[in-house]
């Protein structure tokens, strides 16, 4: 064999070689990001179903808090045996006012809004927003 073929015989492998070399590391490579990826996946979903939980916690904690109270349940019976507007609307800071406190310890953990939906067969939606408090009506 002549000099010259076993140098482009030496030179074809050690390229091939090179590829082989190459495509392993970057499949190896490939395969420790997407390890990576999914633990990464995995630890967020764990966080998410976390504060999912804790959420539905301080959600179901507000409600029942809010719910029991007297003056809450006397207000929205008002709301809802009156047909003037200008007394709703009195009611409505009325009752602003009464759970604006709540809201500021709600605020504390978390809560960005506290919404409050009542219904009845006539369907009424009024958003008070005052110094980032938000409570819904829907009567």
Do not use: P, W
Not at 25 to 32: A, G, P, S, W
């Amino acid at each position: 064999m002549s000099k010259n073929k076993i140098i482009i015989i030496l030179s074809i492998l050690f390229a091939f070689i090179n590829i082989t070399i190459y495509s392993v590391l970057k499949i190896d490579e490939n395969q420790r990001v997407n390890r990576a990826l999914d633990s990464s996946l995995n630890r967020l979903t764990s966080y998410y179903e976390i504060l999912m939980y804790n959420q539905n916690i301080i959600a179901s904690m507000a409600y029942k808090s809010t719910i029991n109270k007297k003056r809450v349940i006397e207000i929205l019976s008002a709301i809802d045996k009156t047909t003037n507007e200008e007394q709703r609307t009195v009611l409505r800071e009325e009752l602003y006012s009464f759970l604006k406190d709540k809201y500021g310890v709600l605020k504390k953990v978390g809560v960005l809004k506290y919404h409050l939906f009542y219904q009845i067969i006539k369907y009424f939606y009024e958003c008070i927003n005052l110094q980032n408090l938000a409570i819904i009506y829907q009567i």
